[in-house]
C-alpha cells in the first residue's frame, strides 16, 4: 500500500501536519483506539466508531472471526438455491458492499432506499431464490426497519417462513436485535467496538458480500498487509493519506476531487465520499467530496486517484487495504479540523424532521412558484422557467461554496430508458445518461468553476449529509422529488414507502432551510419526461 504526494504544495503541507502528530504519539494512539485523542466528550462517549478510535487490529480480529459463521451461512444458501441476494442498510456498508461484489463481479442488490419503484424491482425478483440481509447499526433506521416489514410479508405471501430467509445484523443489544430474535430471524451481532458507524469490513457489509459470493478473506488478508503499518511514525500510509488531506484543508484546499475515470476500483470514490464528508462535515469545517467533476483549478480542490497518475495525491493498493487505510485517514483529517470524525451531531435532525411530518394528515407540501412542463419548483426564486432557475441557483453559490443536488428517485430507473435495437454498449451507455438525473450534475458544473455535488436520498442523509447540515455554511442546495406510479405499503405503519420517502426529502430540505442555506425543491410530476426536461433545461441555462 503506498499514498505519494505528487504536488509539491500538498507534500509539504501534509509533511509538516505529520510532523505535528506523530510528535504527539498520534499514529499509535489512534492505531490503539484512544478516544482521548478527540477530547473528555468522546472519551466518556459511546464506543469509539470508526472514524473515530476503534482499534483496527481488533476490528480485523473479529471480522475474521466471522469467516467460519459466513462460510455456513453461504453454504447453506447455495445449498437451498438463493442466489438473489438482497442488502437492506443505510449509512456507508451498503456503498461498501457493492464496490466490494462489483469488484469480485458478483451480483448483489442493495436497497438503502424508500424509492418505491426501486424496491419493487427488488420485490419482482423470485422469492423462492431470495436472501435478505438488513443491516443496521443503531436498529432504528427508518429505512431499514420498513424494508424488513416489506420483506416479512413478502415472503409470507408466498408462502416462505421470514425467519428462513432473512438475516439481521446489528449491534448487540439494539432494538432490533430484540426484535429479530422474537420473530426468529437469523442475527450476527457486530464488534461492539465498532460503535454506531459500520466500518467496511464489519459485519454490516461482510454478511451480504459472503452471500453473494465475494471473496471476503481475500479482502481481509489484503487489509491486515496494511493494518501493521497503521501505528508506525514512518511508512504508515494512513497516515500520509490524511495528512495530505488534513494538511491541504488547513491550506484552504477542502474540496476532494475523486473521480471513478481516475480510479482502478469502481464505486470506491463513492464510498470514500461518504466516509469523508460525514466524518468530517461538522462545527462549520469539514472536506466535500465531489465524485465525477473536471478540476477547475480554483485554488481549495485536491485531486486525489486510486492507482492513476492524474492527481495531487495518488493511491495505490487492494481494495481491503484501501478500506483500512482511508477509515484511518478520515480519523487523521478530523483532527486536522478538531472534529471528531466519529459525531453525527446535525444527522438527527433531518430524521426528527421525517418522524413530525410523518404525525401529520397530510405532507405540507405548499404551492409551486411555478410549473415548467412535467416539473413544480417550490422555493423562494425570481425565475420564471427551468433555464433561468439553474442560471440563479448557480449565480447564487458564494466564492469558495458548492452546489448539491439531491435526488429523492429510483437511482436505477435510467436502465428502464428504451435502447436502439442493436446498440453497442457506447449507445445504450448514451441512452441511459440521457434519462439519469444524475446527469445533470455534470450539466450544471459545466456552467460554474465551483463545486456540483450529486447525491441519492435517502442514501445522502447518511453521509453528505452531515456535511450539508455541519460543514461550512456556503451550500445552495437543488432537491428533486417525484410523483409515484405504484406505491409499496408498509406493513404495520400508517403510511407507504412513496409517502415516507417524501417526507424523509421534506425533512432534509427543512433542516438545511433553518441554517439559512438557499434551497429549492423540483418536483416531477412524471419522473421519466421531468428528468428529460430538466437536462435539456440545463443545457440551455
Not at 367 to 376: I, L, R, S, Y
Amino acid at each position: 500500500m503506498k499514498v505519494s504526494c505528487r504536488e509539491e504544495g500538498v507534500a509539504s503541507a501534509a509533511a509538516s501536519f505529520a510532523g505535528r502528530l506523530v510528535a504527539d504519539g498520534v499514529p499509535a494512539r489512534l492505531a490503539a483506539g484512544d478516544p482521548t485523542l478527540w477530547g473528555e466528550d468522546a472519551e466518556a462517549g459511546a464506543p469509539a466508531g470508526p472514524g473515530r478510535a476503534a482499534r483496527p487490529q481488533a476490528l480485523s480480529r473479529t471480522s475474521r472471526e466471522l469467516l467460519p459463521e459466513l462460510g455456513r451461512l453461504a453454504e447453506r444458501a447455495r445449498a437451498q438455491g438463493l442466489t438473489n441476494v438482497v442488502l437492506a442498510g443505510a449509512g456507508g456498508s451498503p456503498a461498501a458492499a457493492e464496490v466490494i461484489c462489483d469488484t469480485d463481479d458478483v451480483p448483489l442488490t442493495v436497497l438503502d432506499t424508500t424509492d418505491p419503484g426501486q424496491v419493487l424491482r427488488a420485490l419482482a425478483e423470485p422469492p423462492g431464490a431470495t436472501i435478505v440481509v438488513v443491516a443496521d447499526a443503531g436498529g432504528s433506521a427508518l429505512e431499514t426497519g420498513c424494508l424488513l416489514r416489506i420483506y416479512e410479508r413478502h415472503f409470507t405471501d408466498a408462502g416462505i417462513a421470514p425467519a428462513e430467509r432473512i438475516v439481521v445484523v446489528t449491534g448487540p443489544g439494539s432494538p432490533l436485535e430484540r426484535r429479530a430474535r422474537e420473530s426468529g430471524h437469523q442475527v450476527v451481532l457486530s464488534d461492539p467496538g465498532a460503535g454506531g458507524r459500520a466500518p467496511a469490513l464489519s459485519a454490516y457489509t461482510l454478511v451480504a458480500c459472503a452471500l453473494a459470493g465475494a471473496r471476503v478473506e481475500r479482502l481481509l488478508d489484503d487489509a491486515d498487509q496494511v493494518l501493521q503499518l497503521l501505528s508506525l511514525d514512518i511508512g504508515n500510509p494512513g497516515l500520509d493519506l490524511g495528512a495530505a488531506l488534513g494538511g491541504a484543508a488547513l491550506g484552504g484546499r477542502d474540496k476532494l476531487l475523486l473521480d471513478d475515470r481516475l480510479s482502478a476500483i469502481a464505486g470506491l470514490p463513492g464510498w470514500i465520499e461518504e466516509l469523508v464528508a460525514g466524518s468530517t462535515g461538522k462545527r462549520g469545517r469539514g472536506i466535500l467530496p465531489v465524485v465525477g467533476a473536471d478540476p477547475s483549478r480554483s485554488g481549495d480542490e485536491l485531486i486525489v486517484a486510486i492507482e492513476s497518475d492524474i492527481g495531487d495525491v495518488r493511491v495505490d493498493g487492494p481494495l481491503g487495504a484501501q478500506f483500512a487505510v482511508w477509515e484511518y485517514a478520515a480519523a487523521v483529517a478530523g483532527l486536522a479540523l478538531d472534529v471528531d470524525p466519529a459525531d453525527r451531531p446535525d444527522e438527527a435532525g433531518a430524521r426528527d424532521n421525517t418522524v413530525a411530518l410523518l404525525d401529520l394528515p397530510d405532507l405540507p407540501t405548499g404551492a409551486p412558484a411555478f410549473t415548467d412542463g412535467p416539473v413544480e419548483v417550490y422555493g423562494g426564486v425570481t425565475a420564471k422557467d427551468l433555464p433561468g432557475l439553474f442560471a440563479e441557483l448557480l449565480h447564487t453559490v458564494p466564492a469558495g461554496g458548492y452546489l448539491s443536488i439531491m435526488a429523492y428517485l429510483d437511482r436505477l430507473a435510467a436502465f428502464d430508458a428504451p435502447v436502439p435495437d442493436r446498440a453497442d454498449f457506447e449507445q445504450m451507455t448514451d441512452a441511459w445518461m440521457t434519462a439519469d438525473a444524475a446527469t445533470l450534475r455534470a450539466l450544471l458544473a459545466l456552467r460554474t468553476d465551483r463545486p456540483v455535488t450529486f447525491g441519492w436520498g435517502p442514501r445522502c442523509l447518511h453521509s453528505t449529509g452531515q456535511y450539508h447540515k455541519g460543514g461550512p455554511q456556503n451550500g445552495v442546495f437543488l432537491l428533486i422529488t417525484g410523483a409515484v406510479a405504484e406505491d409499496v405499503v408498509i406493513p404495520g405503519r400508517p403510511y407507504t414507502l412513496g409517502r415516507l420517502q417524501l417526507a424523509q426529502a421534506l425533512g432534509d430540505l427543512g433542516a438545511v432551510e433553518t441554517r439559512g442555506r438557499p434551497a429549492v425543491r423540483l418536483h416531477l410530476t412524471d419522473r421519466a419526461a421531468g428528468v428529460a426536461h430538466l437536462l435539456a433545461a440545463a443545457q440551455e441555462a
